[in-house]
């Protein structure tokens, strides 16, 4: 997938993923929810009122998505909104997904919330290749918060060969300094902990 939209669809098609938050303990939350809505931007989903999930996406918006298929990954970490014309945006989603009327049958459905994904990044990774192959993209924003930490080799590499022989992926390139790929890498932290010279920074 080497597109943001092939992405959000993944996830549409999967319909079924993961979403996790952070309690107001500070305790770690997650549970199986749907995709509702995709627009080639950003993914939709709705909760009811009464849960804990939507008591703690009022207080903390903060999400981490996870959808998987076939060794295939797509994860966003961002934040959340709330969207306002909440009988418009229930009344489209039970429209998408016909199967929500036999749970929220008639009015049932307005305890219902939508949320859409404002903003935050995604990644794609793709176990089934070899090497690995990974991709991040943005979504409405500018920033690279999350998955732009990557293993580096620095300056002081001596070009002794450990890290590239070592590495489970064969995701290091020869070079002054040498090069890892970080659209192959696992960041695994094998290179780093074999190399001689600590050569390489740790990102974390």
Wanted: hydrophobic fraction near 30%; proline fraction near 4%; glycine fraction near 4%.
């Amino acid at each position: 997938m080497d597109s943001k939209q092939d992405c959000l669809k993944f996830l549409r098609e999967l319909i079924d993923t993961t979403i996790a938050t952070v309690d107001k303990d500070g305790n770690p939350q997650s549970r199986v929810i749907d995709v509702m809505l995709e627009d080639g931007e950003t993914v939709y989903f709705l909760t009811a009122r009464g849960k804990r999930f939507y008591k703690q996406l009022q207080e903390n918006n903060h999400i981490a998505l996870v959808g998987l298929k076939d060794n295939k990954t797509v994860r966003i970490i961002g934040e959340v909104k709330q969207l306002e014309d909440q009988h418009k945006w229930i009344d489209k989603m039970f429209e998408k997904n016909k199967y929500m009327n036999n749970v929220y049958p008639g009015d049932a459905r307005y305890i219902l919330e939508p949320f859409k994904v404002e903003c935050g990044e995604m990644e794609f990774f793709d176990l089934t290749q070899k090497p690995i192959y990974r991709k991040t993209f943005k979504i409405n924003t500018e920033e690279s918060t999350y998955f732009n930490k990557k293993y580096v080799i620095t300056d002081n590499c001596i070009e002794c060969d450990v890290c590239k022989a070592t590495c489970p992926q064969n995701a290091i390139e020869e070079g002054s300094p040498y090069h890892i790929m970080p659209n192959h890498c696992l960041d695994c932290g094998t290179c780093y902990e074999n190399c001689p010279v600590n050569a390489i920074e740790d990102p974390y």
